[in-house]
């Protein structure tokens, strides 16, 4: 089994999602695939909780935006006798579950810290929930999951972490056993513990999401598919000479991406490297190229220098 995350410009247009479809129908294991929300659509919902906070109603305006934003695109991939469900789940999800939230912001003055929070929580999480309900429209016979049902975060003294023994059992009762070829969940969003309530991981969390599931699932392999052809020596928008490097240790990957690399979300290294799963960094709009193999160094192979 192999859990295959696509991030948002993967998702994000009716191309990058003909070629998604391509690349999960190639594959000839068992995978999970996780998705983020559409390209640009969290900055969206953030910006709408941000203005909802503030008792400005203009966020209502940017709802049907919203709507049309993912009807486009359900109109140009998913097959025509579903795009009627796969549009009803949209609509409801917008314009009943998300706008609740942000009226419910909107019209208090007196919400509770953890009572905005969770709301805003709840807000954000709708992109991967839209996402994830088109993605599962266009791939036949996958089977979606909901990844606040099995994703479980807590809180200690720096703040929320993966509560990795609820998170352990709930996944293996999600997914071990279940032969379904193609799976499809969402990354990033998460639930509390104890509470229930909506939580995330981070802004770039979805690779975390990914990584949890492919290290508690002993995966095959982890493969990150992106927007650039993996990781390069030297950024390479400021470098034209940049080199793509074709592999690299966990270490190398953890210190690129400490120092802002942004090709992968920093905590996303230590749970795949624990157990020696191989990541793949991909890219969605260059499938045929090589990518990046982060991993145990096969031993026949030239370790890249520090
Ligand atoms: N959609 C979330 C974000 O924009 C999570 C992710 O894309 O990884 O931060
Ligand atoms: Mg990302």
Avoid at 145 to 155: G, K, N, R
Avoid at 209 to 221: H, N, Q, V
Avoid at 269 to 296: D, E, H, L, S
């Amino acid at each position: 089994m192999r859990v295959m995350k696509f991030g948002g410009t993967s998702v994000g247009s009716v191309e990058a999602l003909r070629s998604v479809k391509q690349i999960v129908e190639a594959t000839t294991t068992q995978v999970i695939v996780v998705v983020s929300a559409l390209s640009g659509v969290t900055n969206r919902l953030v910006e709408m909780t941000r203005l909802a906070t503030a008792h400005d109603t203009s966020y209502e305006a940017m709802l049907p935006e919203l709507v049309e934003r993912h009807r486009a695109i359900i109109e140009a991939v998913v097959p025509r006798e579903s795009q009627g469900s796969c549009m009803r789940v949209v609509n409801t999800f917008i314009n009943e579950s998300l706008s609740s939230s942000l009226g419910l912001l909107a019209a208090n003055d007196t919400l509770a810290p953890e009572m905005a929070e969770a709301a805003a929580d709840a807000i954000v999480s709708h992109g991967e929930v839209l996402s994830s309900a088109i993605v599962a429209c266009m791939l036949p016979r996958c089977k979606p999951h909901f990844a606040p049902a099995f994703i479980h975060t807590t809180d200690d003294a720096e703040g929320r972490i993966v509560d990795w023994a609820d998170t352990e059992r709930l996944v293996l009762k999600e997914f071990k056993g279940d032969l379904t070829r193609v799976h499809v969940t969402q990354g990033f969003i998460a639930a509390d513990s104890r509470s229930g309530v909506k939580t995330t991981l981070g802004r770039g969390g979805s690779d975390y999401t990914a990584a949890i599931l492919a290290a508690i699932l002993d995966a095959e392999a982890l493969e990150i598919w992106t927007d650039v052809d993996g990781f390069y020596d030297k950024d390479p928008r400021a470098n034209p000479d940049a080199k793509l490097l074709p592999q690299m240790t966990y270490e190398q990957a953890q210190a690129l991406c400490d120092a802002g690399a942004k090709v992968i979300y920093p905590p996303t290294i230590a749970p795949v490297a624990q157990r020696g799963i191989p990541v793949w960094v991909k890219n969605t709009f260059n499938p045929g190229a090589p990518g990046t193999r982060i991993g145990p160094i096969p031993s026949d192979s030239q370790v890249i220098s520090d």
